[in-house]
């Protein structure tokens, strides 16, 4: 839930920034008049700038298409007041700069020159109809090539500042939000440590307890019921022997019943199979191009088995962050088509976030929470280079 929020008060952010941008124009310019035209396109900037965060293609479509319908005189050409206008283009790269997407990331840079250079033109480039430019605002008797070159570099470099910030803030923030989450990892994987050994304790006991005390408790129904047939079927010993007979199948019964909450409770109840698209997100939010997929019809699986899905797959995506990096390729399969739950991380990636300093514990506690909940776990080297591939199966109720 906290993650959730997180991730919605931050894209939040370009919305608020939308809605400032639009009402710090509407009172700077409270009052002037034939401003009516300038309302569209700066209501236009405003809805780039709060697309920025939730749709970065549109934002950086409408921080071009408006300087250039302004440079065709289809859209209200700036003013002396309204030129700041154009802070838009910056912030909108900005933004975009900031975000997880590599690939409009880069696409900001073509864009913001574009755009500059459209909007340098529409302030600069007079016509017989409106020869209302820059230079008779500053007064300062530049031609037009003059002026249209020098506000194309002034406004894409402000831009280019802005992206090359918001490219800093961003990687900054997937850094260190990775950073927090392996620490978190960590912490995590020694606490399952210590449950998976309580586990084994536990299952030992379990199991000891159930070889021992059932087997007699089975040789008492046993011995009861062959001597109650010897005895008849009246009189007072039958009648006992049928009672310790029932009596110990009952207490075979909860046996069973005990070793199996013994072996199906614990902590990684806490967590299953439905927060599974969550850690898949997660990933994606640093950077991680993580996929989630699921074959067949999913079915109900048992509490043990239920935790152990959602360990495996956390622990599998907190191992290619670790040893793949930020910028490696996951992705999680469920099949269901099969008698129980196969699941398969396949990853790629060879730029490790922390140093690998021998052997971790993270497979062997996959391996041994899918062992505890009836299934198996392999992992290993995949057939590509910088490939590594985690395989598992785990029983279904309906397969049991």
Known sequence: ????????????????????????????????????????????????????????????????????????????RPRDTTWPEYLAIAIVVGVVGAGRSGLLRWLAVPVLGVASVAAAWAMAVPTV??????????????????????LSLAIAGASGIAWA??????????????????????????VTTAELRAEQDRARIARDVHDSLAHSLAVVVSQAQGAAAVAGSDGPTATALRDIA????????????????????????????????????DMRE????????????????????????????QESLTNVLKHQGRTAEARVVLDWRGPGLGVVVTSRGDAPLVALDGPGSG????????????GWLRAGDGDDPDEFVVTGWLPTEAGR
């Not at 008797?141 to 002026?147: D, F, H, I, K, N």
């Not at 910030?165 to 020694?190: K, Q």
């Open 1 to 76: 839930m906290t993650s959730f929020l997180r991730r919605r008060a931050r894209h939040l952010l370009a919305p608020a920034a939308g809605a400032v941008y639009l009402v710090l124009w509407i009172v700077a310019e409270a009052g002037r008049a034939d401003l009516t035209g300038h309302v569209l396109v700066v209501s236009a900037f405003a809805v780039a700038i709060a697309l920025a965060s939730w749709m970065p293609a549109t934002a950086l479509g409408l921080v071009v298409v408006v300087p250039l319908l302004q440079a065709l005189h289809l859209l209200a």
């Open 286 to 313: 640093l950077g991680m191009r993580a996929t989630l997929e699921q074959h067949g019809d999913p079915v109900r699986l048992g509490t043990a088995t239920d935790g152990a899905v959602h360990r495996i797959v």
């Open 246 to 281: 029932d009596v110990s199948r009952s207490a075979l019964g909860d046996v069973r019943s005990l070793v199996e909450r013994i072996q199906g409770t614990g902590p990684a109840a806490a967590h299953g199979l439905a927060d599974v698209p969550d850690l898949v997100e």
């Open 165 to 190: 910030v918001g490219v800093a803030i961003g990687a900054a923030w997937r850094i260190g939000l990775a950073r927090t989450r392996v620490a978190v990892a960590e912490r995590e994987t020694a």
């Open 129 to 150: 109809a409106d020869p209302d430019v820059w230079s008779n605002w500053t007064a300062s008797g530049e031609g037009t090539r003059g002026s249209l070159v020098l």
């Open 363 to 374: 497979v062997d506690g996959m391996r041994e929470r899918a062992r505890l909940a009836g």
